[in-house]
């Protein structure tokens, strides 16, 4: 048997998440299904890093699949590519040891949330920014965000009704750009509670807006959630993931 | 009357250009109706800096019309993006003295070409962007737009079948800013023949591969046609039009 390590860019506009769906409608689905015809087989299972939600997009989500038979990796590549839609392409495949595994050999995860400021849409930015109509204070966000950078109980910094008990995460970084009216939000960290970068995005921005201030932020690395809103999904997009 | 000066962003993906058709699925066209649908009147032509092709984009084009209606611009741009199709909005829009005209005034034109130099399809570039497979000489291609720049007869830069008399123009700068896999092309002109500067990065990205030299840019300058293909239409966005 062998293994196989894919890396994945997509779209997720269209899409209901990562993970495999009843309306197959998933980009896994779309990836099990081209892998299968590529290998003019039944079935063959993708695990990968990490679900995505709805309308999050990636640019290197991580996926492994094994396989009994031989691979030519170039190939295959392209040969998946032709049977997947537009919005989704493996980028890249190698051969990995027995022992990886795309999601539990993962050591850290890099997400990017982007935004642009303007009082009117812009179509060239829409698919995978979001629009907020107002200017921030960056410098007050990257100081905020520094908070947020190291080991914390995230617990006030998940999708309202989680109830996972084990809640501590590690941010090992966080970096703030502005370029033009694009402001993107760069997060790396070991894992991720649901929901957990759209919402520390989300409180950064309130931030920037006057709204809340550094205090503020403490108060929910303390365990007490603020009201604001959960940032919508089509900002964010994994970037990477590291073994 | 009150003149009015539009600033206009669009994915011109799915668009037959900017110029209106009898299909009715120009930009032109959208923005028409657009505008009639906000003044609540039959029509409103509208004028633009210039025409952009089947598939090209724009993130500054500018047109201009006249009403006798009384126009509060930043409701203007609101309700007509709210008649505008996803793929279009009105991005600024502001009155002009009477001899302002969209196209008459233009100083200069700032177009973008964008590439991706990747053996796999990049979803998340394809929009506005063009794949190229194999790694460019970016030094080289910087100084072969060097060539380009400054007033030429480019003659053999215009689509074949077009036969223009007056064919001299003026390109005021040329920039190649690599990052990461993506290559920008920048160019600036006072205006451009008809697929100039799909025809310029074209024979750029040969001098990147090393099939054609900077004495082969001087032949063409010279007014020698040289073989090779024009690129798509869709890496090509008008960024900015100066006034």
């Not at 860019?9 to 409608?25: A, D, L």
């Not at 679900?51 to 590549?77: E, M, P, S």
């Not at 759209?198 to 809340?212: A, F, H, Q, S």
Request: proline share 2%; hydrophobic share 35%.
């Amino acid at each position: 048997m062998t293994k196989i390590k894919l890396t994945i860019e997509y779209v997720g506009t269209n899409f209901c998440g990562w993970q495999s769906q009843p309306s197959r409608n998933s980009v896994q689905d779309a990836v099990e299904q081209a892998l299968g015809k590529y290998f003019d087989c039944e079935f063959v299972r993708v695990y990968a890093a990490g679900r995505t939600d709805v309308g999050v997009h990636a640019k290197g989500q991580v996926a492994h699949f094994v396989t009994d038979k031989d691979v030519n990796c170039y190939k295959l590549c392209l040969g998946v590519n032709l049977a997947l839609p537009d919005s989704v392409a493996v980028t890249h495949a190698e051969k990995v040891p027995d022992q990886f595994d795309a999601r539990f050999s993962a050591i850290s995860k890099t997400y990017c949330y982007r935004v642009y400021i303007s009082s009117t849409r812009r179509p060239l930015l829409d698919t995978d920014h979001v629009q907020l109509y107002r200017p921030l204070d960056v410098d007050a966000m990257r100081k905020a965000s520094e908070l947020l950078v190291g080991t914390h109980d995230f617990c006030a910094f998940q999708k309202t009704g989680s109830n996972l008990k084990g809640t501590v995460r590690t941010v090992n970084s966080f970096d703030i750009c502005q370029t033009d009216d694009v402001i993107v939000f760069t997060v790396n960290g070991n894992a991720f509670l649901y929901n957990q970068v759209r919402i520390m995005c989300g409180l950064l921005v309130e931030v920037g807006k006057g709204k809340y201030s550094l205090q503020d932020v403490q108060t929910m690395l303390n365990g007490t959630k603020l009201k604001f809103r959960t940032l919508p999904a089509k900002g964010l997009t994994l970037e990477k993931v590291y073994y």
